[in-house]
């Protein structure tokens, strides 16, 4: 798909736009296929990001601030497939986390919102009269996860979140299929996700985010993912000197991004203006349906 019909399925006129996204301002940008090559502006960020964690702390969350002060949890940094030492039971006293952004933003009185998947209730969008006298039309819209389950590190970040979070409340976002899932010639969240699996003996550092068009939308536009293979040094994780072998950071664009798809729902004559009140509120009755 052309990155043209890409961004405006984000709600984007241009890829400047795009760009100007306060999340991923610090990363140049280049379109591949059907998502975005991410490259740090700022290289020493990497190893900064790498030297936070250890074999006693795991993960750590990835906040994402408003101008107003306010914060959610957006994703996470983990270290993979290295001997940890501890289950990071107790969260550091200086590490602060507001309610889940889905919690805060969720309307489960709107029966046109996608806040019912989020709370794991059915999943339909209410397209016309005469597509509600036949029943509700199925959402190809997932509950999908920001740092997988392939991860083995969710339950440690539930008792991390306290008695008062339930994970998948901090974890999950809508996300369209072909985000989300792994399809034979797509590059969703899982197709990544299984390139990890293939390293399974090569300590990682990995960053999971889900990245918003602005702090107060209720759907992210996609989810920035980052894999580093990193080695061990006194007691320290450090950047490999050949990284460039395994790693990958990307960008996945959260659209149903293929060009020809029969079992697509979205109809082709959607308006930016259509994607972007989508994004922004949330509401399955701001886009056009078959």
Not at 68 to 79: K, Q, T
Not at 193 to 208: M, Q, R, S, V
């Amino acid at each position: 798909m052309e990155e043209k019909e890409v961004l405006k399925k984000l709600g984007f006129k241009d890829e400047a736009s795009l760009q100007a996204v306060d999340q991923l301002k610090n990363y140049e940008l280049n379109y591949v296929d059907d998502h975005f090559d991410l490259v740090e502006k700022n290289k020493a960020a990497v190893q900064n990001s790498v030297s936070r964690l250890s074999d006693t702390q795991q993960f750590m969350p990835i906040f994402y601030y408003s101008v107003y002060g306010r914060v959610i949890i957006s994703g996470w940094r983990a270290l993979l497939n290295v001997n940890a030492n501890s289950s990071n039971k107790n969260e550091p006293k200086s590490l602060r986390h507001n309610q889940s952004w889905i919690s805060a933003k969720s309307d489960e009185n709107n029966a046109s919102s996608i806040d019912r998947l989020m709370l794991g209730k059915k999943a339909t969008v209410l397209i016309d009269k005469k597509e509600q006298e036949a029943g509700l039309s199925r959402l190809k819209i997932d509950r999908g996860h920001i740092l997988g389950k392939f991860s083995n590190l969710l339950s440690q970040i539930e008792q991390f979140l306290g008695d008062e979070q339930n994970v998948n409340n901090v974890d999950i976002y809508p996300q369209f299929k072909r985000a989300n899932e792994n399809a034979k010639n797509d590059h969703g969240q899982l197709y990544f996700e299984h390139l990890i699996g293939k390293h399974k003996d090569t300590p990682i550092y990995y960053e999971a985010e889900a990245i918003f068009a602005n702090f107060d939308d209720k759907v992210p536009i996609g989810t920035r993912i980052k894999i580093v293979k990193i080695e061990k040094e006194d007691n320290k994780y450090n950047v490999a000197p050949d990284e460039d072998a395994i790693s990958f950071h990307v960008f996945i664009p959260n659209c149903d991004y293929a060009e020809e798809d029969s079992k697509s729902v979205l109809k082709p004559e959607n308006t930016v203006d259509d994607y972007r009140a989508f994004f922004k509120g949330g509401d399955l009755n701001s886009l056009k349906w078959k």
